[in-house]
């Protein structure tokens, strides 16, 4: 007999601290920084169910849900410098029904539900709301936080709700998570999404892991422009705002066939040939030469991560030389090697990326990729509840993570695209103006590969520059600078505040003497030292004073996060009334 091949995702020791995934860090950071008010990484799925739906039923299946997935009941601690998991107990969701004649009120409901908070602190990452229309006609609300779901993670609920709840309608009263799943024909999950976590911790604290990789994207990204400055019609704020739409089309059938034949004639696929198209655009409408964007994957290469939910995706940054001149089968060619290069070094983190070359947060755009594009079939898992019938219901409000992100699905009809973008960057008009722009783009490009990228750009007539628009240099390395950045100087330390602020800074980053021009980004910080220095001068500052990461990305340079401290001990005390003390500082 054979012997089984050990499973290449060990079960980790829950005795032992958990560290959380590189991806939960980057989204438990795009959080704090965005501030906790702020529902740009939550998603919100609505379902419209009819028929005799079984109540005790849905509560099981999505309790043992819950039950079966630890990520889901999972809340997230700070210690000593490295973020961890801490997994809950079992427990069941808040599933009471609430009575609604539908309508704008139903909309109200479930925009009450999408818009409160998750606490990142503890558990569940689930927040689940039914409303009752009348006897046979129900609306599920499941809101998820991205640190514990992906697009691939809804595959899995979908699949797993329906054999649960199948199970329970069928046999009421069973509610032990390990007999339903067995009823349900679920088979038993050989680790959770912690067992990854720790892998990959692990993984990256072996120097060798990830050297070629780390080698490769060095050089790949050395003085890469850290924004896309896209024409806006709004000008961008100091801190990002989730709300977002979504502009959908469809890429005529004639197009994706010329393109697709193209694609193949230079020996590269279909997609990316629609990416390569996709780039050239973005680089023609901002003026940039040099240009990042992101490709997303699903990142479940091990086989064990398969049937789990969890945040998975990696981020592969995609940089291009846009040169009018050169023909678009040229650029294609460069796309296409750039790709191949991107995916044999995709293993290493996007998170753990950013932070091995020091890229520091600002908190009014992402982190060097602020534009995606992902590709994937129709979701192939819809939710279907036995004896009922299911629809799902579009978001009236669409949050989105990027200033932009093309999904190019694959359906039966054949390629559909979607542009999702920031509503406080850009107006739909403008938006669905683009999205013509590269269908014709990609059409022109099909007919003749021959043709020039400054051609393309110039007959695919581009959405006219914005009122808000600050047209960046051609390079586009001018709007990159943090907030409150300025030179570094010699100037003394003038208060006691500043006096605090530097010390805490000494200690976490190991910096020298400091002035109130220091800008804490230049002074060796990341994204979690911000974090750190948030909770070490919450704790140092005063009663009541509570410092967050937002506020050292908004106020990087010394004296100006020395000011804030001092208006946030200023608001305390009108808060709490004359006599108290504004801050151990003074």
Request: charged fraction near 20%; glycine fraction near 8%; charge should be negative.
């Amino acid at each position: 007999m054979a012997n089984t091949p050990a499973p290449l995702l060990p079960v980790a020791d829950r005795g032992r601290p958990l560290p959380a995934s590189h991806a939960q860090r980057g989204m438990w950071l795009a959080q704090e920084v965005a501030g906790h008010e702020n529902r740009s990484l939550t998603a919100v799925h609505s379902y419209r169910l009819t028929g005799p739906l079984d109540l005790d039923a849905l509560r099981t299946a999505l309790d043992v849900l819950v039950a079966r997935h630890e990520v889901l009941r999972t809340g997230f601690a700070l210690r000593e410098g490295e973020l961890h998991q801490v997994i809950g107990a079992p427990a069941g969701l808040d599933t009471a029904v609430v009575d609604t004649a539908g309508g704008a009120e139903l909309t109200a409901l479930v925009r009450a539900v999408a818009d409160t908070p998750f606490d990142l602190g503890r558990g569940p990452l689930l927040r689940v709301r039914l409303f009752r229309l009348d006897a046979d006609t129900h609306v599920l609300c499941a809101v998820f936080h991205h640190i514990a779901n992906d697009g691939w993670s809804m595959d899995v609920f979908h699949r797993e709700l329906a054999a649960l709840y199948g199970a329970a309608v069928d046999l009421p009263g069973v509610s032990d998570p390990a007999t339903l799943a067995d009823l349900a024909d679920l088979d038993e999950l050989a680790v959770q999404y912690p067992d990854f976590a720790v892998w990959q911790h692990a993984r990256a604290q072996d120097p060798g892991t990830h050297a070629d990789a780390l080698a490769y994207w060095r050089t790949r990204l050395a003085d890469a422009p850290p924004l896309l400055l896209l024409p806006t019609d709004k000008p961008r704020a100091d801190v990002r705002w989730g709300a977002g739409d979504r502009v959908g089309f469809r890429i005529p059938a004639e197009t994706a066939e010329r393109a697709a034949k193209a694609a193949s004639a230079h020996g590269t696929t279909l997609f990316t040939f629609q990416y390569a198209a996709f780039q050239a655009l973005l680089a023609a409408w901002s003026g940039q030469t040099d240009v990042v964007t992101g490709i997303t994957t699903a990142n479940r290469t091990l086989p064990e991560t398969e049937p789990l939910i969890g945040f998975f995706v990696n981020v592969l940054p995609l940089r291009s030389a846009y040169r009018p001149a050169i023909p678009f089968a040229g650029f294609l060619a460069e796309t296409a090697a750039s790709l191949i290069d991107a995916y044999r070094h995709e293993a290493l983190p996007f998170e753990l990326l950013l932070e091995r070359l020091g890229t520091p947060r600002a908190a009014g755009h992402n982190p060097l990729v602020q534009v995606t594009v992902a590709s994937h079939q129709e979701l192939t898992v819809p939710l279907s509840l036995p004896g009922l019938g299911v629809e799902y219901l579009s978001p009236e409000r669409l949050d989105v993570q990027e200033d932009m992100t093309l999904y190019l699905t694959s359906t039966e009809a054949g390629t559909r695209g979607d542009l999702d973008f920031r509503t406080d960057l850009f107006e739909r008009s403008t938006v669905a103006a683009l999205a013509e722009a590269y269908l014709r783009f990609m059409g022109l490009a099909a007919e003749d590969p021959t043709t020039t990228l400054g051609t393309l750009a110039a007959r695919a007539d581009l959405p006219g520059r914005a009122a808000g628009d600050r047209t960046p240099p051609r390079d586009g390395r001018a709007a990159a600078a943090a907030p409150d950045s300025a030179p570094a100087g010699d100037d003394p330390l003038t208060s006691p505040t500043e006096r605090l602020v530097a010390g805490v800074w000494q200690d976490i980053l190991g910096c020298g003497p400091l002035g109130p021009d220091d800008v804490f980004f230049k002074n060796g910080g990341t994204s979690m030292a911000a974090s750190l220095v948030a909770n070490r001068l919450s704790e140092q500052f005063g009663p009541g004073v509570t410092v967050r990461a937002r506020d050292v990305f908004l106020h990087s340079r010394l004296g100006a996060l020395a000011a804030r401290l001092d208006e946030l001990a200023a608001e305390t005390t009108a808060a709490s009334g004359p006599g108290t003390a504004a801050g151990s500082a003074r």
